[in-house]
């Protein structure tokens, strides 16, 4: 790949990514939302970049992308809000965890045997 087309993929993501804060700040819509349709819409609707030579570097995209999410959701986080909402966040997240490990093996066990 070319360095130049790789700076120009980035310049496209930053001016995309702006927009893309410019569109949430109109219309509430989180900003993550934008940037995957966009990607959709690029990629495999429209063939404007293509998938091949980006496939060895996506599990580290992959990665990137949920530590921006996560960090981006993290910034949003008041710190005495987190203390009042922790249990119930908590019993939530094991009430959800256990109920999916809980029908996943019964679909295990019943449907594939």
Do not use: C, W
């Amino acid at each position: 790949m070319d360095s130049s087309l790789v700076f120009g993929i980035v310049a496209v993501i930053i001016i995309i990514a702006f927009a893309g804060e410019f569109f949430f700040k109109k219309t509430g819509i989180p900003i993550f939302i934008f940037l995957i349709f966009t990607g959709i819409i690029l990629g495999p609707v429209l063939n404007l970049i293509p998938k091949e030579p980006l496939v060895p570097i996506m599990p580290i995209f992959a990665e990137l992308t949920l530590m921006i999410v996560i960090f981006h959701g993290g910034m949003g986080l008041k710190s005495d809000s987190v203390l009042a909402n922790g249990a119930r966040a908590f019993l939530q997240t094991i009430l959800y965890v256990s109920s999916s490990i809980a029908l996943i093996a019964a679909v295990g066990i019943f449907i594939l045997k």
